[in-house]
C-alpha cells in the first residue's frame, strides 16, 4: 500500500490579513506551510486599498472640519484650502510603510512565498499560474482560502458608458471634485461621502434600502443620517436606480425613483459603493464541490472555520462574510490554522476550537463615529433573547458638550435575568475607541451592575457608558429581587 506524501502539510491561499494570520500561526503549530499570493502587490486589502488607506483620507477630512469649525471656539482660520496632491501623498507614505512591513513578515524565510494565481484541480491540488511565467502544481494535506474580496457593481442603466469612480479610484487619487454622487449606504460609502463632505466637496449619497448601514440599529442608523443631512450633504433612502447619463456639458446625472416620485441629481463625479463580493472566481472552487452561499457567493464553513463540504479545506475573512473585517478575518485565520493542525493529528471534530461573533466588534468612521459589540437590537429579538436596553445622550454630557460634539448617543444591552452585558452601541465622538472599554467588560462576562462600579474620571467621554449601565444594573435587580 502506497502512502500519498504532499508537498505541504498546509496551503493557504492569500497572504492578506486572515492569510497571514493563518501562516504565522501554522508555522507555530509546526506545520510545513506555503502561502500563494499573486497580487501585483502583496499586503492585502485592509492594507493596500481598505482600512488604512481610507482612515488616512478621513482623517484629513477630520482635520478640515475642525479648522472650518474653529470660529465656535473663538479661533479664525483663515485662508482654508484643500490640497489633494498633498492628501495623497500622505497617504501613499504611510501605506507604504504599512505595505512593506507585512511584506518583510510574507518573506522573511519562515514559510514558502509562491507569488501567482491558484486554481483548485483536485481537493488536494492547485495549479499555480506563476507571476514570472508558468505553472507550479502544489499538492496539500490542508489549504485556507483566504483570497479576501472584490468591489461589485451592479448592472445600471448607463452606468459604464458614463463612468463612475470605485473606492479603490478615491484611495488613490489627488482630484477633489467640486461634487459627487455616491451610491450606496453602506460603511464605505458612507465613510467616503464624509471625507468628500469633510473637503468641502458638495455631496449626493442615493441609498437603495429604508436607512443606510444595514448592519446597525436603526436609532443609530438615524443618527447618522440626521448629523449627515444636517452638515448640507443630500440624503436620498428607500430608492430604486434607474437611469445614468452625461448631460451636455459633461456633468453626470443619476435618476431614481423615491416614494414621492423620480429624482435626477447631477454631479462632476459618481462613486458607486454597492457591495463587494468574494475573490474567488480564480480558484475554480466549484469544479472541486465547494459549496457557496446561491446569493453572496460566500464559502459556507462550519463554527470550525472548515469548509462543510471538504473539512480538510478551511476559509477565513471576507470570502466566507457576513462582516468584512480585518480583526475578525485574523481571528478566522489563527482558529483555521490551529484547527488544520488538529485535524493533522486526528483530533475529534469535538475538540476543535469555535470560531464566536460574541465579541464581534464593528466601528463605521462618518462623522460622528460608530462603534459596537456584541449584539444589537436586532439581533437579540431575532434571537429570542430576553434582554433589557438603557441609553444615554451626548447633548447631555458634559465632556462631549465641551467638545461641541453633542450628536448621538450610547447603548447598553444586558440580559434580563442574569444582567450580564451581551451588546453595546455608540454613535458618537470617538465611538470606534470608546466602544472597546464595554468590549473589555463584555470579555470579563461583566454584568451591568459590575460595570456600574467602576470608577470613571470626569469630566471624560468614558464616564458615559455609567449611566445607562446604572438604569439598567436597578432595573435588573428590581425585575429579579431574589438574585
Known amino acids: 500500500m502506497t502512502t500519498q506524501t504532499y508537498d505541504y502539510d498546509i496551503v493557504i491561499l492569500g497572504g492578506g490579513s486572515g492569510g497571514y494570520a493563518a501562516a504565522r500561526t501554522a508555522i507555530d503549530e509546526g506545520l510545513k506551510t506555503a502561502v500563494i499570493d499573486g497580487a501585483k502587490e502583496l499586503g492585502g486589502l485592509c492594507i493596500l486599498q481598505g482600512c488604512m488607506p481610507s482612515k488616512a483620507l478621513i482623517e484629513s477630512a ?51 512565498l509562491i507569488r501567482g494565481y491558484a486554481t483548485f484541480t483536485d481537493p488536494h491540488t492547485v495549479k499555480v499560474s506563476l507571476s514570472e511565467g508558468g505553472e507550479q502544481f502544489v499538492t496539500f494535506r490542508t489549504a485556507v482560502i483566504a483570497t479576501g474580496s472584490i468591489i461589485t457593481v451592479p448592472a445600471i442603466d448607463g452606468l459604464e458608458e458614463t463612468g463612475y469612480l470605485t473606492s479603490d479610484d478615491v484611495l488613490d487619487s489627488a ?30 449619497i442615493v441609498q437603495r434600502s429604508e436607512h443606510i448601514l444595514k448592519e446597525v440599529d436603526s436609532d443609530v442608523a438615524e443618527v447618522i443620517e440626521h448629523a449627515t443631512r444636517e452638515r448640507g450633504v443630500t440624503l436620498y433612502t428607500d430608492t430604486s436606480l434607474k437611469t445614468v447619463s452625461k448631460t451636455s456639458d459633461g456633468r453626470k446625472r443619476v435618476t431614481f425613483d423615491t416614494c414621492d416620485g423620480e429624482v435626477t441629481v447631477e454631479a462632476e463625479e459618481i462613486l458607486a459603493a454597492l457591495g463587494r463580493k468574494p475573490a474567488t472566481a480564480k480558484l475554480a472552487i466549484h469544479d ?22 471538504h473539512p480538510h479545506i478551511f476559509a ?28 493533522l493529528k486526528n483530533v475529534p471534530a469535538d475538540q476543535m476550537e469555535d470560531f464566536s461573533t460574541a465579541l464581534k466588534v464593528f466601528a463605521v468612521f462618518t462623522h460622528p463615529q460608530i462603534g459596537m459589540v456584541g449584539l444589537t437590537e436586532n439581533e437579540a429579538k431575532e434571537q429570542n433573547i430576553p434582554y433589557l436596553v438603557a441609553n ?58 459590575q460595570f456600574a462600579k467602576i470608577p470613571h474620571y470626569h469630566p471624560t467621554l468614558s464616564e458615559i457608558w455609567t449611566y445607562p449601565a446604572e438604569e439598567l444594573a436597578e432595573e435588573i435587580a428590581a425585575n429579579n429581587p431574589n438574585n
Not at 288 to 309: K, P, S, Y
Not at 316 to 343: S, W
Open 175 to 204: 482630484h477633489i471634485p467640486k461634487s459627487i454622487i455616491v451610491l450606496g449606504g453602506g460603511a464605505i460609502a458612507m465613510e467616503l461621502a464624509h471625507y468628500y463632505e469633510g473637503l468641502g466637496v458638495e455631496t449626493i
Open 392 to 449: 444615554y445622550p451626548f447633548n447631555d454630557h458634559g465632556k462631549s458638550m465641551v467638545m461641541g460634539e453633542t450628536d448621538g448617543f450610547v447603548k447598553l444591552l444586558a440580559h434580563k435575568q442574569t444582567g450580564l452585558l451581551i451588546g453595546g452601541a455608540v454613535v458618537g465622538p470617538h465611538a470606534s475607541d470608546l466602544i472597546h472599554e464595554i468590549v473589555v467588560a463584555m470579555n470579563f462576562q461583566a454584568s451591568a451592575a
Open 316 to 343: 477565513c475573512g471576507d470570502v466566507t462574510g457576513p462582516l468584512e473585517i480585518v480583526h475578525l478575518a485574523i481571528e478566522q485565520g489563527e482558529i483555521a490554522a490551529r484547527n488544520a493542525a488538529k485535524l
Open 288 to 309: 472541486i464541490g465547494i459549496a457557496t452561499e446561491e446569493r453572496t457567493g460566500h464559502i459556507i464553513v462550519t463554527l470550525q472555520q472548515n469548509t462543510v463540504t
Open 62 to 112: 477630520n482635520r478640515a472640519r475642525v479648522v472650518k469649525e474653529a470660529g465656535n471656539f473663538g479661533i479664525t482660520a483663515d485662508n482654508f484650502a484643500v490640497d489633494g496632491q498633498v492628501i495623497r501623498d500622505r497617504k501613499r507614505a504611510l501605506i507604504q510603510d504599512f505595505a512593506e512591513y507585512r511584506q518583510g513578515q510574507l518573506q522573511d524565510g519562515r514559510f514558502d
